[in-house]
């Protein structure tokens, strides 16, 4: 146990998804993956009890920690007294609107890691250093043909270049999570291609990837229940170059021209629930084990 936990009385909130890291080699990683300079405003969501804060402080112009949680008040404000440099904001980092920052170091509260990483990405910054459970940082970082390979990755991969750094071992946290976690390093691009609509983006790609092993044809037949012939007749006209590519392939670049011709010809995508989701994701696991 980390001694600010039995100072302050801390208790890990399980619905806040709280586990703190208690290896210090690897808090000095992350400092030292994001190249902290003297200059940088370095943006955390989450600081907790303060052990990733301070070294931050320490290296930064200036450290903006976003917590939502003030059982960590007393820590976080005797930290604040030691380094003026450190500003609190005691906000839902999900609904907050975030001050300028030049680069992001945060242990991310894993219910809430893949909303708070969006949210970032809408923002100007050059470099973040996260840490995700490990199947989360797997689909970040996937490539097109890879097993991880799903929505969430093409989504990242139009925003910014995301890199796997480290496996964190589940022992090295206090309280341990059930899985293991994941360092990534998301560097900032201008977007690879522009968007019709984010919702209507989200809700093709997470229709395409439910016939992830089929090809591009197969799956947008499946779409003529909800639209007419002649719609998606011409809709898949400017798409024959990618008729035969397996959906697990194809490139971020590629799914944005699809997209596109989806949204121009006003084809209706059904929404795919959470229950098909788990459902594709069953059939990919069985199919390879086959």
């Given at each position: 146990?980390?001694?600010?936990?039995?100072?302050?009385?801390?208790?890990p909130n399980?619905?806040y998804?709280?586990?703190?890291?208690?290896?210090?080699d690897?808090?000095?990683?992350?400092i030292?993956?994001?190249?902290?300079?003297?200059?940088?405003v370095v943006?955390?969501?989450?600081?907790?009890?303060?052990?990733?804060t301070?070294?931050?402080?320490q290296?930064a112009?200036k450290?903006?920690?976003?917590?939502?949680?003030?059982?960590?008040?007393?820590c976080?404000g005797?930290l604040q007294?030691?380094y003026?440099?450190?500003?609190?904001f005691?906000?839902?980092a999900?609904?907050?609107?975030?001050?300028?920052?030049?680069?992001?170091?945060?242990?991310?509260?894993?219910k809430?890691s893949?909303p708070?990483?969006?949210?970032?990405?809408?923002?100007?910054?050059?470099?973040?250093?996260l840490?995700?459970?490990?199947?989360m940082?797997?689909r970040?970082?996937?490539?097109?043909?890879?097993e991880?390979?799903?929505?969430?990755?093409?989504?990242?991969h139009?925003?910014?270049?995301p890199?796997?750094l480290?496996?964190?071992?589940?022992s090295d946290?206090y309280?341990?999570?059930?899985?293991?976690?994941?360092?990534i390093?998301?560097?900032?691009i201008?977007p690879?291609?522009?968007?019709?609509?984010?919702?209507f983006?989200?809700n093709?790609?997470?229709?395409?990837?439910f016939?992830?092993?089929?090809?591009?044809?197969?799956?947008?037949?499946?779409?003529?229940k909800k639209n007419?012939?002649?719609?998606?007749?011409?809709c898949?006209?400017?798409?024959?170059?990618?008729?035969?590519?397996?959906?697990?392939?194809?490139?971020?670049?590629?799914?944005?021209?699809?997209?596109?011709?989806?949204?121009q010809?006003?084809?209706?995508v059904?929404?795919?629930s959470d229950?098909?989701k788990?459902?594709?994701?069953?059939?990919?696991?069985?199919?390879?084990?086959?």
């Amino acid at each position: 146990m980390l001694p600010q936990i039995k100072k302050y009385g801390i208790i890990p909130n399980e619905e806040y998804g709280q586990n703190f890291l208690v290896r210090q080699d690897i808090l000095l990683y992350q400092i030292e993956y994001a190249k902290i300079q003297s200059d940088d405003v370095v943006l955390e969501i989450g600081p907790g009890i303060g052990n990733l804060t301070e070294l931050l402080a320490q290296k930064a112009q200036k450290v903006i920690a976003i917590e939502k949680d003030t059982q960590f008040k007393n820590c976080l404000g005797d930290l604040q007294r030691q380094y003026k440099n450190l500003e609190i904001f005691w906000q839902d980092a999900v609904l907050f609107s975030y001050p300028f920052f030049s680069k992001v170091v945060a242990n991310l509260p894993f219910k809430v890691s893949l909303p708070i990483t969006f949210k970032i990405l809408e923002r100007p910054f050059s470099k973040a250093i996260l840490l995700y459970q490990k199947t989360m940082a797997e689909r970040i970082c996937a490539l097109p043909g890879e097993e991880k390979y799903s929505r969430v990755s093409v989504q990242m991969h139009r925003l910014c270049q995301p890199r796997f750094l480290q496996i964190i071992k589940k022992s090295d946290f206090y309280p341990p999570p059930e899985v293991d976690c994941a360092l990534i390093e998301l560097n900032k691009i201008d977007p690879l291609f522009s968007i019709p609509d984010n919702s209507f983006f989200k809700n093709a790609l997470d229709y395409l990837f439910f016939y992830r092993e089929s090809t591009l044809k197969e799956a947008c037949a499946t779409l003529g229940k909800k639209n007419s012939p002649s719609s998606l007749d011409s809709c898949l006209s400017r798409l024959v170059h990618l008729w035969k590519k397996k959906v697990s392939k194809i490139t971020p670049v590629e799914f944005g021209v699809i997209t596109e011709a989806l949204y121009q010809y006003k084809i209706k995508v059904p929404g795919t629930s959470d229950g098909k989701k788990k459902q594709a994701q069953k059939i990919h696991k069985g199919n390879k084990k086959k």
